[in-house]
């Protein structure tokens, strides 16, 4: 807010220090994106309204001097991509809730090893006998103690068919968490992306707010001092500029915005990145690949699509399963006892036993759950079908974004040159007092280096998003 507030006093007195302008701007070039604009400006110490009108295109440092006041020691003073990237972690909360997932299926697996795991168990019972319904005979103590292990050997294939669910629903959670994780690095580089952005738009807004300041300025004199000008153009000139301040609060809220959507990107919501680094995209620098090809690529290596089609085979196995519930078991048993009345050879101390158990009928309770698992695997079959159309329109919309965007860069490019030459022709009038040309010229660089900028970061994130379909490897930034 200090630099705000100095460059609107500045303003609004009509006189301006051109050495504390020109130590303001050696302090603003020490960032990359400052750098990148001041390089169009020429600083000059002649006249003091020049110095009024570049002031304004100096804010660009805010974020430096005000922004983040409360910059945490979580970040850098100055971020770059790389560094961003690796602050991402397994303690995302969209990397959690794929992690709750895998320990809930995991819990499966351990109830499925239950079903044959070993069984012990120690029986005690107090019990009194009589052989005959004699009310002369009194009851005996018949009590006795069990110690009985129970171990089923198999279960025909059963236990296999579900386990085998549970290592392929595994599976198809590992593909979805390295689809969660390349889909949170791309929603931190957009972060990252509109952070620089909405510095570039703070800058062109603030070169706009300050030209119409000063043609409101210098209307205001001629009324007021001259009597040159009627009221209701000096009034017209004041909408124009408090219009562009309005618009310049709000890119100032935007990038503070930003920059804590940045934050939450990066799982640090306590801290503010301050300055960026502008990253290089040259990687994202080739050909514009051939749909068709690309298709192909994307159906075979999709992580969306691998998950899919493992969730549908997971759901068909779990319904074999459910399938084979009339399968008997067969399992070993063994038990030791001891009586307090011992009655000839029909009470064994130890006893031990294979046995087979054989369900003649299937529980009603397991009909249902085989419905119910059949209704699953057509509803995840839709679903596979619905993910293979959305890749295919989505193959294609970035395709054609993608080259829409290649025309765009070429024509910002073309329009960063021409502003560019624009300023030096009108540079060289300045002599003869066009200042407000100047003011236009220098406005008209700060749009094209936001709109380069829009469209190399847009381009740069549609890239990102084709890799990441296509499951390709990682673009590394230095």
């Not at 009590?143 to 025909?156: C, E, G, N, V």
Request: net charge negative; hydrophobic share 40%; proline share 3%.
């Amino acid at each position: 807010m200090g630099t705000i507030s100095r460059v609107a006093s500045v303003n609004s007195a009509g006189k301006t220090n051109p050495a504390r302008l020109y130590a303001l701007v050696q302090v603003l070039s020490k960032n990359s994106i400052n750098r990148g604009f001041l390089k169009h400006l020429t600083f000059t110490s002649k006249p003091s309204s020049i110095c009024s009108l570049l002031a304004g295109v100096l804010i660009y440092g805010y974020a430096s001097f005000g922004l983040c006041q409360s910059v945490s020691k979580e970040f850098p003073e100055v971020l770059t991509l790389s560094q961003a990237l690796g602050m991402l972690n397994g303690d995302h909360p969209g990397l959690l809730l794929t992690r709750a997932r895998i320990q809930e299926v995991g819990a499966e697996q351990v109830q499925v090893d239950a079903d044959t795991a070993l069984k012990a168990g120690i029986g005690l019972e107090l019990r009194g006998a009589v052989k005959a319904a004699d009310p002369n005979d009194d009851f005996v103590d018949d009590s006795r103690a069990l110690f009985i292990l129970d171990k089923p050997l198999t279960t025909f294939g059963r236990g296999q068919v579900r386990s085998g669910a549970v290592e392929t629903e595994l599976d198809s959670l590992g593909q979805k968490e390295a689809l969660n994780r390349a889909s949170i690095r791309l929603d931190a580089m957009r972060a990252f992306f509109e952070v620089i952005i909405a510095d570039y738009a703070y800058t062109a807004i603030d070169e706009e707010m300050t030209l119409a300041f000063l043609n409101f300025d210098d209307a205001r004199e001629q009324m007021e001092r001259f009597k040159e000008l009627p009221e209701v153009e000096v009034r017209a000139l004041e909408v124009v500029y408090l219009d562009a301040l309005a618009k310049r609060t709000a890119a100032r809220h935007e990038q503070r915005a930003s920059r804590l959507r940045l934050a939450l990107a990066l799982n640090r919501p306590a801290a503010y990145p301050d300055q960026l680094i502008e990253p290089d995209l040259s990687e994202y620098n080739r050909q514009l690949p051939d749909y068709e090809e690309l298709l192909e690529s994307v159906m075979l290596n999709n992580p969306s699509l691998k998950s899919a089609k493992l969730q549908l085979e997971a759901q068909r196995q779990r319904l074999d399963g459910l399938s084979l519930a009339r399968r008997p078991t067969l399992g070993a048993r063994f038990q030791a006892a001891e009586y307090e009345r011992v009655l000839g050879s029909s009470r064994d101390q130890f006893r031990a036993s294979i046995y087979l158990d054989i369900p003649l009928t299937v529980p009603q309770l397991t009909q249902g759950e085989i419905a119910r698992q059949s209704a699953a695997v057509l509803e995840y079959e839709a679903n596979l079908k619905l993910i293979e159309n959305e890749l295919r329109l989505n193959v294609l919309k970035l395709v054609q974004r993608l080259e829409q965007l290649d025309t765009e860069l070429n024509a910002a490019r073309t329009d960063l040159l021409y502003r560019e030459l624009d300023l030096d022709r009108v540079r060289l009038q300045y002599e003869m007092e066009v200042r407000v040309r100047i003011g236009g010229a220098n406005t008209e660089v700060a749009r094209a280096l936001l709109r380069s900028a829009r469209v190399r970061y847009q381009r740069a994130l549609v890239w990102e998003q084709l890799d990441m379909l296509a499951g390709r490897t990682e673009v590394f930034f230095e």
